[in-house]
């Protein structure tokens, strides 16, 4: 059982890595294919060995082996977070789109994190998947069309964003199509109760709110799975 989470975690962290880079890249408008991996500051190519999630970081003791400039812990973060969210795999099913939004956040939460915003091509994927995992569930009803339409008109005529980010309430939404009220308002208060934390630790003015709500998932996996 042990060596199945392990490599369940494993397996994640890769993952996890590579949202990471598809955060950064896709804020920068940059190709995945074209551009490798290499320090963000002295632009120094990593070998394979700097590359390994969680152990590479722990090795270089978080700093770049070429320039030694501290390697953002958003990366440790991301490898981190994406071990937590294939812990919850069990078995080939359905149970993969609840996963695959898992990782969809954790991309937004370091967008979020970097430039206090998110691409709308993620929110799109998101509610593209979360469609796909009630249509295969069959638990698609007209509620949930009600409530994408509300989503959609947000897109379209945004009326909170003076108070709220431009992605936490579509997220909000997006999670009370998937997982109902209840579970979406515990979740919320999950991530509004580690946002004043944060807070409070942090005292920023701007405070990126979509990783708050990204680990309220884990609580809607918890209860899903």
Request: charged letters at 10%.
């Amino acid at each position: 059982m042990m060596t199945k989470y392990l490599v369940l975690f494993t397996i994640g962290s890769v993952i996890g890595s590579f949202c990471q880079v598809i955060a950064i890249r896709g804020l920068r408008a940059a190709t995945l294919t074209t551009e490798p991996s290499h320090c963000d500051y002295c632009g120094n190519r990593l070998a394979w060995f700097e590359l390994v999630p969680l152990v590479s970081y722990l090795v270089l003791q978080g700093k770049c082996r070429h320039c030694r400039n501290k390697i953002p812990l958003a990366g440790l973060f991301a490898e981190v977070a994406g071990g937590c969210v294939a812990l919850y795999y069990r078995e080939p099913s359905t149970d993969l789109l609840l996963l695959l939004i898992g990782f969809l956040l954790l991309i937004m939460s370091l967008c979020d994190w970097r430039e206090l915003a998110v691409p709308n091509y993620l929110l799109g994927a998101t509610a593209f998947t979360i469609s796909a995992f009630l249509m295969v569930n069959n638990l698609f009803t007209i509620w949930h069309l009600l409530i994408f339409i509300v989503w959609l008109c947000y897109q379209r005529w945004p009326v909170f964003n003076k108070w709220l980010g431009e992605a936490d309430l579509d997220l909000m939404l997006l999670y009370g199509v998937l997982a109902g009220p209840t579970l979406t308002c515990q979740a919320v208060l999950i991530g509004s109760g580690l946002a004043i934390m944060a807070f409070k630790v942090w005292q920023r003015r701007q405070l990126p709110f979509v990783p708050c709500l990204a680990i309220g998932y884990y609580w809607i996996l918890w209860c899903l799975l």
